[in-house]
């Protein structure tokens, strides 16, 4: 009964490969944030707080055969949040300074 | 109709017996368009960031005072879209798998060479048009 294909018993380095797909894409938002956070603050920490969110959704990779009702909210995250992220940088890219900077939120005036 | 029932239902009332009933494909197949999806989401990330990127980092073009948003901004509006569009790709290929039918054809190639192209065409327009003046 053992199958040809060996992956076939356990798909555990599809798995691996879609857990490492996860990861690239958290770092990609950790990366962007970063970018951001030096001229625009503001923007850029609320990028970075993608970072774990995305993060987290990766540990459930592998968890969907129990539950395959949840897959298509958790792919539908990530594609809210690169849509944040693109309005987001619209507003940078359209006022060129948004309204808040973090100078403007801290009482540092004066 | 019955692929909306499929994604939704997850292949819970599948019934085994005929070949185009819903049924939970194959575990590696799902992941496999799992990271499609992440993939362009990646890609979508660094349109983004290319367009943020040249509308506040580039100098401004001397003369074309939008030369920087009339290229930034498209590729940040791209960016979404990719996003958007590779959502409704996972959920038709996952769809098909489910059936056993045959993989959907993806469109976003084609609307990633087709505005990367424009893209580089309108960068051409503008450098042209900085250096005239």
């Known amino acids: 009964m053992i199958p040809e294909d060996v992956e076939q018993l356990d798909p555990g380095l599809a798995r691996e490969r879609t857990k490492l797909a996860w990861a690239r894409t958290a770092i990609a938002f950790a990366a962007v944030g ?3 956070l030096k ?10 707080a993608m970072t774990p969110l995305i993060w987290g ?5 592998g968890h969907t055969a129990e539950r395959p009702e949840l897959q298509p909210r958790r792919l539908l995250a990530v594609t809210v949040t690169v849509v944040t992220v693109s309005v987001l940088a619209m507003v940078i890219a359209l006022v060129g300074h948004p309204p808040t900077s973090l100078r403007d939120l801290l009482p540092l005036h004066g | 109709m019955e692929e909306r029932r499929a994604a939704r239902d997850g292949g819970d009332d599948h019934d085994r017996g005929s070949p185009h009933a819903p049924t939970e494909p194959d575990a590696r197949f799902t992941l496999a368009n799992e990271r499609t999806f992440l993939a362009w989401n990646r890609t979508a990330l660094a349109l983004v960031v290319a367009g943020l990127g040249i509308v506040q980092l580039l100098p401004p073009f ?4 939008w030369g920087r948003h009339v290229l930034g901004i498209p590729l940040i509006v791209l960016g979404a879209g ?10 038709r290929t996952q769809a098909a798998l489910r059936r056993g039918a045959s993989l959907p054809r993806s469109v976003l190639p084609r609307v990633l060479a087709g505005t990367i192209a424009g893209i580089a065409a309108l960068s051409a327009a503008v450098l042209l048009v900085s250096a005239a003046r």
């Open chain 1, 39 to 48: 001229k625009e603050p503001v923007a850029g920490l609320i990028v970075l």
């Open chain 1, 57 to 61: 959704l990766g540990r459930f990779v």
């Open chain 2, 62 to 65: 001397p003369g074309v005072p």
């Open chain 2, 82 to 91: 990719v996003s958007v569009i590779s959502y409704g790709e996972w959920r």
């Open chain 1, 34 to 36: 970063g970018a951001i």
